[in-house]
């Protein structure tokens, strides 16, 4: 069983749809949760860090952590095909971090 | 303020050979690591530097595989003889902080073709 386990999609959504994108993780020990998005071709963008349960915000995304159900998710709110990129989730828990296999999204105009 | 650089972007070699991969981290960031992410799997540790030193190379796939951060600055990720399976993007990150405290920034990685 993997540590983390993501949605590889292709997940494909209209325009200005919200976006479901989860990830659920299996140690307990991890006590950071990231979500990067990754354009073709690019590296790792960080969109999103929290180390608590709970819901943090910034602009249309949303992070949301659970942490009884180790079970992590990324809300994006208006979609726009600008999102449209793999999404990683990432848990950490001393140093290094480990990867979903990422959930390739596409936002159609 | 410049991100993580990593060089060069791409290389095709054969299998046999070696090749080098460096990574510039963010000045000032103490943290390197490296990472890979080879076809279809998800991105996976490979080793971390903390300055100059090695605090981790668990993730180290083989001892074909040797990485160096002399004087702490930039790392080099040397692959020698490479193997088909080593195919894959290298990616380096760097952080400020020990440990997870502060988010890894990551580069845009270097795509390795094995022939």
């Known amino acids: 069983q993997k540590e983390v386990e993501q949605d590889p999609g292709p997940l494909s959504v209209p325009e200005g749809a919200i976006v479901s994108l989860n990830c659920t993780y299996s140690?307990?020990?991890?006590?950071?949760f990231m979500w990067y998005r990754q354009y073709s071709r690019k590296g790792p963008e960080l969109l999103m860090y929290t180390y608590s349960s709970g819901n943090k915000e910034d602009g249309r995304f949303t992070a949301q952590v659970d942490k009884s159900s180790k079970y992590i998710s990324l809300f994006i709110r208006d979609s726009q095909p600008s999102d449209s990129a793999t999404y990683l989730c990432?848990?950490?828990?001393?140093?290094?971090?480990?990867f979903g296999t990422g959930t390739r999204l596409k936002v159609l105009a | 303020e410049a991100g993580v650089t990593q060089f060069p972007s791409h290389s095709v070699i054969e299998k046999g050979q070696t090749v080098t991969l460096r990574c510039d981290p963010i000045s000032g960031h103490d943290n390197l690591y490296w990472y890979r992410r080879v076809m279809g799997k998800e991105i996976k540790f490979l080793l971390h530097f903390v300055k100059e030193s090695k605090q981790d190379e668990s993730g180290m796939p083989n001892n074909r595989f040797l990485a160096e951060r002399t004087g702490g600055t930039y790392s080099t990720l040397k692959v020698q003889p490479a193997e088909l399976e080593d195919s894959g993007v290298y990616f380096c990150?760097?952080?400020?902080?020990?440990?997870?405290?502060?988010?890894?920034?990551f580069g845009p990685g270097t795509r390795l073709l094995v022939l």
């Open positions: 140690n307990s020990a991890f006590q950071y």
């Open positions: 990150a760097s952080s400020q902080a020990p440990g997870s405290e502060e988010t890894q920034y």
């Open positions: 990432a848990i950490g828990g001393t140093y290094k971090y480990i």
